[in-house]
């Protein structure tokens, strides 16, 4: 087994990816793009009806209990893992802490980040704003959430190292 593991998410900074570096986990919608992935992880409740279940080839679902109980219980396709959601899912959240913590479950020792919170950023009246790599829609978030999640991840370094990875 390696001892890194690549994580993908799906902000504008990794447009143009050829193909995800493995061992990696897949954040949301990445695996729609890329489903050559060993892991797809993703939390919000709807994520599974608007693209998981018309997406799926076979990549190990690592997703939260309430995903299972509401939406995959009777599609046929089986959680590799099921985890409890904490508080994050309620206030300021990333996929990516998931995604930390599920690392440091399998024995990773070290993470590389690719397209989670590193593309340029433009700040805009208190706001963060943001595109993904597969539309040109424009997201916003609170300046003061944006910088928790980023404390969050960073919170992450005494249990495993983490690298920001580049294309």
């Known amino acids: 087994m390696s001892d890194t593991i690549h994580i993908y998410g799906c902000s504008n900074s990794i447009r143009g990816l050829k193909q995800p570096e493995r061992p990696c986990i897949g954040l949301n919608r990445f695996p729609v793009y890329y489903p050559d992935v060993d892991y797809w992880m993703f939390v919000d409740l709807g994520d599974f009806n608007d693209y998981v279940k018309d997406n799926y080839k076979g990549q190990k679902i690592v997703t939260q209990k309430y995903n299972f109980h509401f939406y995959m219980k009777h599609s046929g396709i089986k959680p590799h893992h099921i985890f409890e959601p904490n508080v994050d899912l309620f206030g300021s959240h990333t996929i990516a802490t998931f995604a930390l913590d599920y690392a440091v479950q399998l024995g990773y020792k070290k993470v590389v980040l690719h397209g989670v919170m590193d593309s340029d950023y433009k700040e805009v009246d208190g706001k963060v704003e943001w595109k993904h790599f597969y539309d ?24 495993i190292e983490v690298v920001r990875g580049c294309l």
């Open 136 to 159: 040109d829609k424009v997201h916003y978030i609170e300046k003061n959430r944006f910088d928790e999640m980023q404390r969050k991840i960073d919170s992450y370094r005494d249990r």
